[in-house]
């Protein structure tokens, strides 16, 4: 990819710890929000793209990736929230513009819903994960639950 070093996972509880990694540094900070469980090499040809020019921010979700957590009943949206935002406050990152897809686009909504002044613009791609792949979408969504 683009040389990028793995970063030490993020640890938010002694049974979190979050996968992450920040290629370029440039002035405009993305944050890629990859889909139901694709991990963050994903975004790796839009992430050496864009970080030619900007600060590009990848995660892997819970328990997708290299990242681990627990399956908890009361996890939902805003856990999800908390964690990238967490990210973002370990970066020392104020604003950034985000995309996402699958269930990137959900994700998305939930940040604008919780933090609006942190979002500075949204790029949503096939949020609802189906495009005439409704077995892959399932298939993907089995290994991830």
């Not at 921010?57 to 399956?71: F, I, K, L, T, Y």
């Not at 613009?121 to 609802?128: E, G, K, P, R, Y």
Request: net charge negative; hydrophobic share 45%; aromatic share 8%.
């Amino acid at each position: 990819m683009s040389g990028a070093e793995a970063s030490p996972p993020l640890a938010l509880s002694s049974s979190v710890d979050l996968n992450w990694r920040v290629d370029g540094n440039g002035p405009v900070v993305w944050l890629l929000l990859n889909g139901a469980g694709l991990p963050l090499e994903f975004w790796d040809d839009i992430a050496q793209a864009l970080s030619a020019q900007h600060t590009v921010v990848r995660m892997d979700q819970r328990n997708a990736g290299d990242s681990v957590a627990p399956v908890a009943v009361g996890d939902n949206w805003d856990t999800y929230t908390a964690d990238q935002l967490a990210l973002m406050d370990h970066l020392g990152i104020d604003q950034f513009h985000v995309a996402g897809m699958c269930i990137g686009g959900p994700y998305i909504l939930n940040l604008i819903e919780h933090a609006p002044e942190r979002v500075t613009s949204a790029l949503v791609l096939q949020t609802i994960g189906r495009d005439e792949n409704r077995d892959i979408f399932f298939a993907m969504y089995d290994m991830w639950a």
